[in-house]
């Protein structure tokens, strides 16, 4: 390149990146250093307390159960989710009258925001003669306790972040899907394919991108979930469903702890970047 | 299979036996395949059918069949438009008007911005770009804006935006998951094609323009859905930085039916029901070409 | 001559214009709560202070913390006047958010408060928030499913027993169409895990909310007193089953649908009846709060106080606007045509008891709320940690409705509340 050429690609990054670094990262990074700081409220203002809340942070039972609960939520939510997408992609890739009608209802959720999407399952999954569980009596299963046992709860935000998130995964499944030459599949088949061998030896290779892309987005999207908590099960039952992320919320703008809250944000974000790390690594091995 | 072992049949029914079985398999499939269509559907459908109904409910009603549920709930008690007539009394027209305009303004500048940066990723070698990419793209999208809104407000307070369009617009048009949608779908341009308008002589602010744009328009609706869902379902920052009734947007408007000990029920779900006609307008049409985004795209391989 | 021509017409142009100016009106936005109606108060508020604008935002009640937290936390000038609820007065007072109001009420504005109000809007010795309203509880009754079942409807000034309150739900609670679910509960308190409301279980029966210190929890909220309160409230909801687990569908919202038998709850209920009446269609009556048999009267009180933001870039202004709505024909307003919840105003609480439009019908219980409202009123915890405090027992209270042991749920609340406490103790 010559030396004019050579700041060109600075100039088609610049407006995105420098809004990116005034209205993200600064805000991100201003963040993560107040979880250096504390409010003094008995000496009044802010004062630097070093490691002081990640001690705090580190040696609280809740935010360790919060660990756990978001663990177990991801180590559900995430493989449910992709896995049902991609379900339900071939599903919709059949080749049957009709079918555009069926895609079309299959992205409606989408439309709909997380706040709504919760009030509306909220009230289906009421444990006492909610929809769902109305719809289970009818069938002659007993009565649910969906959102108050400490057993179902967290199965319950899964529910409705699934009902929510799998369609837009979906999509991308189905248009990874439709990308794959009709030739290639015939061509497994004359070699004597079954229906399970060429989906694991044609298809599933050749969506390997739309499935890292997919499974990462998914587990960051998963990760930063926490509205359903706070408009449901504000964390319980019995801290059941207290994901990390509600936690960070609740010491932040509730308590007004912004310390606290900033140290806990700094430890998720280190295990976001761990988990999505392994993905990238597994997934981009086996290529 | 049933030919091999077939001995006693003649091979001409074993063949028809066969082309039988095959036609009955094959309608099997297709019994089973809309079975599973339609539970889907149905899935899809059935908190909507109920928030649908519920909305044409008078307020008092809403519950009549919905605890404990029976299948009449999934049609209006008594039916009104009462809630949707509230709604607008309340001005709900003018935030959706709002909600439009700032999700559109923010699709045009966000769309143009980053997909200059996803082009200038895919189809440039630079000092830093990996370091760039890694800590300008990737570390914001990975902390929830919510979270980080207390520095931002600060910014925009001390710039002076409160109540502006400017704060609800300019914050949210760089985005991270839309310049990596960019970025892999620039990656698949022939690389002939932008040789051949670099041999004309063409500027790469006219080569993008010209040989890239006109190429990009699945990844350019697709990335548009994203940044457009984001400005429709605004509602915390919103309320932080914009507070005035004359900016209200469409899930700030959607929350006024929650009061301190009642909710308006049937106000909030018709809120939410017309809340999400306008982005299924937008989706419905253009499937094709979101799916086109990404078959042709890096993401495929 | 030219020179002089310019000055004199400048000269005349500003005698014309700065009358003008200094009649252009100063603008004040109020962060209220609660998508209460306002227009017309503040109207009022407008024709009598012709050089103030009074700009309204309104959240919901979850919104408006966050909104306090990150505005007034950010430093902010705006909001100039926001709406506080009564128990964070001391955190935001300690934070140094809110600016003293002394100089802007009379003594005999602060005589006419309720007393108990006039202490909670205090912060060291200063008045950091004005009291707007106060609160009480009563029991609400569905007089149909009374009779039906053959039970005797209660008069509107008897008083039950949370013990008889108890045996008349559990003959309440029904599954009538036979079909494994109960579809007519017997009853349940309105906020289900708020301390607000369920405090007098604890309180009756000679608890404290928290202990003198303002700090301490331990040995307070799990003390005997809190454990059988809280043991009765969780026999309701888990023995006996007449109150449901789930509150996804509010209480208000399953007695107004007519599939609850009681509710304890505010008197905003005969305001929420009266927009809704045309389809309600039984007919119910109201009782005074339960008590246990062995323990004493107490109410739950305290409700919305009204504060100036120390950032304002026009605190005198806002203080006019909080001294109009605080006292006299401006709190009075804003009960009538605002949010409808009682004054904290003696001299206007008194004409519930004076004004021939309380004396009978619907409007005859909002006569006997205000009385109640007077009988042995429990405030809150003052607490700088109250939003901690808060948040933690509804935790506690959340899990002990769904079926978690009382005395391990108390406990567990005392360790949390008690390790958030460490950071205001000095």
Known sequence: ?287 | MATQTGTVAPKATSLQMLRLQHVWRRKGERLLIYVLLLLVALMALLPLMWAFAASLTPNAKVFEYAFPFSLRALFPVEFTLEAYEALFARGFGDALKNSFWLAGVTVVLGGTINALAGFAFARFEFRGKRILFLTVILLPFLVPVDLTAIPRFILVNTLDWRNTWQALIVPGLGNSLAIFLFRQFFEEIPQDLIDAARVDGASWMRLFYNVVLPLSRPVLITAALFLFLQQWDAYFWPLLVAPRPELRLVQVAISSAVEEHRTRWNEQLAGSMLAAIVPILLLLPFQRYYIQAVTSSGLKD | MHIRYIVLMTVALLLVVAPLAAQEATTITWLNCCNWPSEEVIAEFEAENPDINVEVETVDFNALFEQIQVRLGGGASDPDVLSVDVPVTAGYGLRGWLLPLDDAFSDEDRADWLPAALAAGTYNGELVSAPVSTSTQLLFINSDLFEAAGIEVPGVDDRLTYEQVADIAAQLTQDTDGDGITDQWGFSWEQTVRIYQLQPLAVGLGGQSIGDDGLTVDGVINSQAWIDGFTFYSDMFNESRVAPQDDTIGTSDLFWSGKMGMMIAGPWNINRYLREADDIDFDWTVARHPYFENGEVTTPTGSWHIGVNINSDSPDEAKRFVQWISTGAGAEAWWRRGSGDFPAQQSVLAQFQTDEEFDEGVQYFLRVAADEATVNPDPRAVSPGYLEYEQILQDAFQDIRTGADVEESLNLAVTRIESEMVKYRG
């Open chain 1, 1 to 287: 390149m010559t030396g004019r050429e050579r700041y060109i690609p600075y100039l088609f990054l610049l407006p995105a990146l420098a809004l990116i670094i005034i209205f993200n990262l600064f805000p991100t990074i201003a963040t993560l250093i107040e979880s250096l700081h504390g409010n003094s409220l008995v000496r009044g203002g802010r004062v630097f307390v070093g490691l002081g809340n990640f001690n705090r942070v580190l040696n609280d039972p809740v935010f360790w159960k919060s660990m756990q609960v978001t663990g177990l939520f991801s180590i559900l939510v995430n493989p449910i989710q992709v896995a049902l997408a991609l379900g339900l992609a071939l599903l919709a890739n059949s080749k049957v009258r009709g079918i555009t009608v069926f895609r079309s209802i299959y992205l409606l959720p989408v439309a709909v925001s997380i706040n709504v999407t919760t009030v509306v399952w909220g009230l289906m999954l009421n444990s006492e003669g909610g929809l769902i569980n109305g719809i289970l009596n009818l069938v002659g299963i007993e009565r649910q306790p969906f959102l108050i046992s400490p057993s179902h709860a967290l199965w319950s935000i899964i529910i409705l972040a699934t009902w929510k998130g799998v369609p837009l995964w979906t999509l991308f499944f189905l248009a990874g899907l439709q990308g794959i030459p009709q030739t290639v599949l015939e061509a497994a088949r004359i070699d004597g394919a079954g229906r399970w061998q060429s989906f694991r030896f044609v298809t599933l290779p050749l969506l390997r991108g739309v499935l890292l892309f997919v499974l990462v987005a998914d587990t960051v999207a998963n990760f930063l979930l926490f509205a359903p908590v706070l408009l449901l099960t504000r964390g319980g039952p019995q801290l059941s469903t207290n994901l990390v992320m509600y936690e960070t919320y609740r010491r932040g703008f509730v308590y007004g702890d912004l310390g606290v809250s900033s140290a806990m944000l700094s430890l998720m974000l280190l295990l976001v970047f761990a988990v999505i790390g392994v993905q990238f690594t597994l997934l981009r091995r086996r290529a």
